[in-house]
């Protein structure tokens, strides 16, 4: 089978020259701890980016002289791990966002409360007016700002959630070539 067959049989599939294109040149550790390389990432990402992100395999097409089978299964265990462990780091930054979200949004209602009494407490006096201009901005701000950090900015985070969740399940498959 040629080299183009494959890359129509498969959902996803990347040509290595080695295992080592699939790690970071500057980690001489082992394959089951070193670190992935960030073209190998970027370019998964960039594969995965087109697609539906529903996928059955993963295929790392190798020469069929490079190819070392005790090696294999390692290196498929150490990408779910990598998978797993950004896809958990991922959500924590979700949750992590959406909670300073809510302290602004509770920071906002406050700072709007005050300006609230202020304007109708403060009646004409300088100090009381100057508070309420300072302080009613802030509530705004910290606001509108909460509301983007509960709703919004998670969004942006949910591309990377959903690749690193399906890149962790998928069936990674070397194939020669």
């Not at 594969?47 to 295929?59: A, D, E, M, P, T």
Request: proline share 3%.
């Amino acid at each position: 089978m040629g080299k183009q067959e494959l890359l129509k049989q498969s959902k996803i599939s990347i040509i290595l020259d080695s295992y080592d294109d699939i790690f970071s040149d500057f980690d001489p550790r082992f394959y089951s701890e070193r670190s992935l390389s960030d073209d190998f990432l970027n370019e998964t990402k960039k594969v995965c980016r087109g697609k539906n992100f529903i996928y059955s395999s993963l295929q790392l097409m190798l020469p069929t002289k490079m190819r070392d089978k005790k090696y294999e299964d390692m290196i498929a265990d150490r990408l779910h791990r990598y998978f797993e462990k950004h896809y958990y780091s991922t959500m924590e930054e979700i949750k992590a966002q959406r909670k300073r979200g809510a302290v602004f949004m509770a920071c906002g209602v406050i700072l709007m409360s005050l300006a609230t009494y202020l304007s109708l407490e403060g009646g004409k006096s300088f100090i009381m007016n100057f508070l309420r201009v300072l302080v009613e901005p802030g509530g705004w701000f910290c606001l509108w700002n909460g509301f983007d950090q509960i709703i919004f900015a998670p969004n942006q985070k949910k591309t990377d959630l959903s690749f690193f969740d399906t890149m962790s399940k998928i069936d990674i498959n070397f194939i020669p070539f």
